[in-house]
């Protein structure tokens, strides 16, 4: 069976290179007799994956020393609301919404505002009326109204359903922001493009788009504010009992940590993080030039300064071809490019491990789709 080109949101495409490792090490790593699934957390061979997936995941995003990384189960979602347990410390958290999953960190979040610290929604681009909320771009600065006294400013930098992405590296909110700390949620863009660690309170990432498998989630936090967790919240969820544990209070994703730990590797061979993001904006061109020279029939609606590099939504002019579209480009080996239900039409999810000759086949398939059907 050939692979196809996946276009998934997540779980997204891995790179092959990386698979093929994995196939290779799996009944035996490194001749240990024993697959990384089986072997103990707390053996050294493990320890030898976990403390290299750090040291290379620092390299790549040049963490400062003042930062801890910690690598734990679950996903971002779970993160909405044991980061105001872990941060809040009773003062109000702002929080930037500008899609889906912003949307979401709020709701997630006011479920614990009584234990841990209100919700305040310090701007939205929300959209009236419109279907979805209608979200097509980030926050203007007039349109943010930050609270100094806030414990934090939550915002998700790329919002994988609307393909909504922050392009300045919140250069301009952190120094508006001054001393209270930007919280991201980089899950669907992170590793994709440089960032100044630095400007970031806290930063975190679900694994299943642009690091390894489901069921893994970073956190990068800088020490300072780790401590402030409430009293009740159990110790798995405690950032600082994890940091204090090197991530190992209790039994690891083991497996997704060593899969991230082979990407990290496989983006060094590429040239890092830099070298990535070139390829990235390359692809990105690609897909968007050939939407808006279609004569309208892709659109990507979408404000230029704010288009994703990672997440491209677009729609045809006739809805009624949205099936045979999506028919078509999976005879052609081009799968998920459904758009989310939440917002239809399709989505075209191009990170890191999709190469440029698999996003040059979905354009070469758009434009003979749209020669046929226009």
Not at 49 to 69: H, M, S, T
Not at 111 to 140: C, E, N, Q, Y
Not at 185 to 193: C, E, N, T, V
Not at 204 to 209: H, I, M, N, S, V
Request: charged share 20%.
């Amino acid at each position: 069976m050939s692979r196809v080109w996946n276009f998934s949101a997540g779980p997204a495409a891995l790179p092959e290179e990386v698979l093929t490792q994995v196939c290779d090490e799996v009944l035996d790593w490194h001749g240990c007799g024993m697959s990384v699934m089986e072997m103990s957390h707390r053996g050294p061979a493990f320890g030898t994956i976990l403390d290299a997936a750090e040291a290379d995941l620092r390299e790549l995003l040049a963490v400062p020393d003042n930062y801890k990384v910690l690598f734990l189960q679950g996903g971002a979602t779970q993160l909405f609301s044991q980061i105001p347990m872990n941060l809040a410390a009773g003062k109000s958290g702002d929080y930037l919404v500008t899609g889906s999953w912003s949307k979401k960190a709020v709701e997630e979040a006011a479920r614990v505002a009584p234990i841990a610290g209100a919700v305040h929604v310090a701007g939205s681009t929300a959209v009236k009326g419109a279907p979805a909320d209608g979200f097509t771009r980030f926050l203007r600065d007039d349109e943010i109204n930050l609270d100094p006294n806030a414990a934090f400013v939550h915002l998700c930098t790329n919002e994988t359903i609307y393909g909504v992405e922050v392009q300045d590296d919140c250069a301009a909110l952190a120094a508006r922001a001054g001393a209270v700390p930007l919280v991201a949620d980089m899950s669907s863009h992170i590793l994709s493009r440089k960032i100044d660690v630095s400007r970031y309170g806290l930063i975190y990432a679900g694994a299943q788009k642009n690091i390894g498998p489901s069921g893994l989630v970073l956190v990068i936090v800088r020490e300072d504010l780790l401590g402030k967790a409430i009293a009740t919240l159990p110790s798995t969820m405690d950032f600082s009992v994890m940091a204090e544990n090197g991530s190992m209070l209790n039994t690891p994703p083991t497996f997704g940590i060593y899969v991230a730990g082979l990407v990290f590797q496989w983006l060094k061979r590429q040239g890092g993080v830099a070298a990535i993001e070139q390829a990235n904006i390359r692809k990105a061109e690609l897909l968007y030039r050939c939407i808006d020279q279609s004569g309208g029939f892709y659109r990507n609606p979408v404000d230029p300064a704010n288009r994703s590099r990672m997440n491209v939504p677009f729609t045809l002019a006739d809805a009624a071809l949205d099936g045979v579209f999506l028919k078509a480009a999976e005879a052609a080996g081009l799968m998920n490019l459904k758009g989310h239900k939440s917002v239809g039409g399709m989505r075209a999810s191009i990170y890191n491990a999709i190469p440029e000759s698999g996003v040059q086949a979905l354009v070469d398939f758009m434009q003979q789709f749209a020669k046929v059907h226009g």
